[in-house]
């Protein structure tokens, strides 16, 4: 048993001074307010619950600082992606998500969403272990010490249209539901490790294929990118007469255990299927920025009844306090209306941990798992800020110290595991050369 001590802790009632938080085998067992420093292990600043991380592609970490260099948009971006994700093999793959894991774990995050379509070998045929790919990104999430939900994607097509998979995009394919649907079923859950299902998205499904693809995913977490872009959009009223959000709520795949990414070019009767199922949402604002897709309607999903969570995406930033800073100002900007967001509706989104299928974490609550992240309220950044405000005033390296199920990662602002940039750079810099 440990007993940790908060000068400030962020509890359901709000931030809460003078916390003592019991642990006891990965879990919380006490939670006592007003409580005085006798023998606790003392963190400093603010303590958090667990970060999550809803949206994670781990490979397009390798994407950072590599495709700012020119104009151009989603689809000539996608070129660079596929790139990379053509040069990666088990070995490569596993160096750069461990790095990439850590990296997250360092900037707050207990649990990430593994968004996961890169399966096969270059050709697109399969592995001799057909799921090679996604025990690299669990023996990278397990050494990294984060819990891991591995979103297992299908993908059939290359558009709307129904095309073939062409290119490094074969990779990503396996043929058909019924094989998707198999290969999963081979991938075992444990304590730290969840298996999931994604549709990639109704680019990638064909709407005939939807209800089997929710049949498989049987009440697991199912998450889908949703009309990220306009042209997404046009392609499936051309093809279905119908948004995409329509297609797969006609497909029965928007339900509680739903996360729809993105969700940005939505119109007024998505925002309502979407919050009526109260399908989560994963905004991504820094990717989406940096794609230039356009701002969604977060406020707005959030009064119709989708829980708000956030993903750091392709990694141009792995921040989550600079995702939920996102979140509201990007509001601002939009609507020239302040405070779209309380803080405590912020942290709601940053500790979105069940939209990954962990209803036991995102509260320091007696019976959570004990995923505790303290952030500094010394530093140049936080200096002087309210405990109640600092999280629009923090940034990832204001994060002293993160607790996953008990364990402590990450303590004095480093990773159990070292030197996460000497890490990122020996499994990046070998794809560019
Ligand atoms: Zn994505």
Redesign the pocket.
């Given at each position: 048993m440990t007993t940790y001590f908060a000068p400030h802790a962020w509890l359901d009632e709000g931030v809460t001074s003078n916390v003592r938080i019991t642990v006891h085998s990965g879990r919380i067992t006490a939670v006592e307010a007003g409580a005085r420093l006798r023998g606790d292990v003392p963190l400093p600043g603010l303590v958090l619950p667990g970060l999550a991380n809803t949206?994670s592609?781990a490979f397009h970490r390798a994407l950072r600082g590599r495709t700012h260099d020119s104009v151009g948009n989603f689809w000539t971006w996608r070129e660079r992606m596929y790139a990379v994700a053509a040069r990666l093999d088990p070995d490569s793959y596993y160096a750069l998500a461990r790095a990439t894991y850590c990296e997250m774990v360092q900037a707050g995050v207990t649990a990430v969403g593994e968004?996961h379509y890169l399966h096969h070998a270059p050709d697109g045929r399969p592995y001799s272990d057909p799921n090679v790919m996604g025990h690299a990104l669990r023996a990278a999430a397990f050494e990294a010490g984060i819990r891991l939900t591995l979103l297992d994607a299908c993908y059939l097509t290359a558009g709307v249209d129904g095309g073939p998979l062409e290119g490094p995009a074969r990779r990503f394919g396996d043929g058909s539901v019924a094989a998707w649907a198999q290969r999963v079923a081979a991938l075992p859950a444990d304590e730290f490790s969840q298996i999931g299902a994604a549709i990639h998205s109704v680019r990638a499904v064909p709407g005939e294929a939807l209800p089997e693809v929710v049949e498989a995913a049987g009440g697991r977490a199912l998450h889908v990118?949703v009309s990220e872009q306009p042209a997404e959009n046009e392609a499936c009223l051309a093809a279905y007469g119908v948004t995409p959000t329509q297609l797969l709520y006609d497909a029965g795949a928007l339900s509680v255990q739903t996360t729809a990414?993105h969700a940005t070019h939505v119109v007024d009767s998505d925002i309502a299927l979407l919050g009526g199922s109260a399908s989560s949402i994963s905004m991504c604002p820094t990717t989406e920025r940096d794609l230039a897709d356009g701002v969604g309607p977060a406020r707005r999903l959030l009064d119709a009844g989708s829980p708000l969570t956030l993903g750091s995406?392709q990694h141009a930033l792995i921040d989550p306090f600079e995702e939920a800073r996102a979140l509201e100002m990007d509001e601002r900007v939009a609507t020239m209306e302040r405070g779209r967001f309380t803080p405590a509706q912020l942290v709601a989104a940053l500790t979105g941990q069940h939209a990954l299928g962990w209803h036991d974490a995102g509260r320091i609550a007696p019976s959570m798992r004990a995923d505790l992240v303290a952030l500094r309220l010394d530093t140049v950044r936080t200096a002087g800020a309210a405990p109640e405000q600092a999280i629009l005033a923090a940034g990832a390296a204001d994060v002293d110290t993160v607790i996953v199920d008990g364990r402590m990662i990450v303590s004095g602002g480093r990773h159990v595991l070292g030197d996460i940039g000497a890490q990122l750079h020996a499994a990046i810099a070998p794809l560019w050369t």
């Open positions: 949206h592609h968004f990118h990414v995406d």
